[in-house]
């Protein structure tokens, strides 16, 4: 069993920064992937970003360059800073995990809202 905690969303001002945290625990050792994804109101669940457990990274093209997704193997945590935010990214923000024998968990998610 694996269970994600999100940390780290809230209110910024377009051109601001936010930096999301997942803090996971369980049988975290057996990941393959773990990542970001968001889902903002009528739209479906989209990948925002994920990294490899051995540090390599993919980012939704309307994230690149502003997003930079980073793991802690040691503390199994994992991060998304946000730079450069826009209202489009106003979403709820969830934590993702694929373990190495196919499970997939989910955080509660983390709102992130992006206005003026």
């Known amino acids: 069993q694996v269970h994600l905690v999100e940390s780290g969303g809230g209110l910024v001002q377009p051109g601001g920064s936010l930096r999301l945290s997942c803090a996971a625990s369980?049988?975290?050792?057996?990941?393959?992937?773990m990542g970001w994804y968001r889902q903002a109101p009528g739209k479906q669940r989209e990948l925002v970003a994920t990294i490899t457990k051995g540090g390599v990274a993919n980012y939704a093209d309307s994230v690149k360059g502003r997003f930079t997704i980073s793991g802690d193997n040691a503390k199994n945590t994992v991060n998304l800073q946000m730079n450069s935010l826009k209202p489009e990214d106003t979403a709820v923000y969830y934590c993702?995990?694929?373990?190495?024998?196919?499970?997939?968990?989910w955080g509660q998610g983390t709102q992130v809202t992006v206005a003026s």
């Open positions: 993702n995990a694929v373990m190495s024998w196919g499970g997939n968990y």
């Open positions: 369980g049988s975290i050792f057996s990941r393959n992937v």
